[in-house]
């Protein structure tokens, strides 16, 4: 079975921080994605990437940096942490070649910024 | 904004009964994807639907997707409390694989 594995289940940080959200997968896996979840919102595309060293900008990109050193990893950065970053961060992954887009999640961090 | 509307937002029904909760998109899909997150976690894959008028089946969970692509509705018979959750269509790729989500609908099914 994939596995998806988000570093923390739950975070609290305070306002001005930087905040690392680490998520690795283990199944070779060529695309990665970072969203958060909001309530009323749903799941909103923050970055995603297809490739080692490759990143994609989605929907809501602002007051976040991404990093993929290695394949299997993909690193979510909040430079200074603020209020309206407190949220449920999701990652996932997914293999076009072999599950088309079918995404794998991993179980999520609770962030909240104090 | 959201390009993919799901209604209703939230939904309570009695265990035993049947109900149905719909995911529209004003483009055409390349391929629809039903999630279902459990309170707090992740999303587990339910189905993939592709072509127009395909209709898939997992236990008592049915989904179609509608002859123009541009709707889908996810169907539960005799709902179960291990229903409960949160169902979210997702519908990709747009640029470069990336997958975007409706806001969700939750479901409390009461005992």
């Known amino acids: 079975d994939v596995k998806v594995t988000q570093s923390s289940r739950y975070l609290v940080k305070r306002t001005g921080e930087k905040v690392f959200l680490e998520c690795v997968q283990d199944?070779?896996?060529?695309?990665m994605f970072w969203y958060r979840q909001d309530p009323g919102l749903g799941l909103r595309l923050i970055y995603f990437?297809?490739?080692?060293?490759?990143?994609e900008k989605g929907d809501i990109p602002e007051g976040y940096s991404v990093s993929r050193e290695k394949k299997e990893r993909f690193s979510l950065i909040l430079e200074s942490a603020s209020t309206n970053q407190t949220s449920m961060y999701l990652c996932a992954s997914s293999s076009p070649m072999r599950d088309r887009e079918k995404l794998f999640f991993g179980s999520g961090t609770q962030l909240s910024v104090l | 904004s959201q390009e993919l509307e799901q209604s209703p937002q939230s939904l309570i029904v009695q265990e035993g009964k049947n109900l149905t909760i719909n995911c529209t998109s004003s483009k055409t899909l390349y391929g629809l994807y039903w999630y279902k997150q459990k309170y707090g976690e992740g999303l587990i894959f339910l189905m993939m639907l592709q072509k127009g008028g395909e209709e898939k089946s997992h236990e008592k969970i049915t989904a179609k997707l509608d002859e123009k692509k541009q709707q889908s509705s996810l169907h539960i018979t005799a709902s179960q409390p291990s229903h409960a959750g949160i169902y979210l269509c997702g519908a990709g790729p747009y640029n470069n694989n990336d997958m975007r989500f409706g806001a969700g609908t939750r479901l409390t099914v009461k005992p």
């Open positions: 199944m070779d896996h060529e695309n």
């Open positions: 990437s297809y490739d080692v060293k490759m990143k």
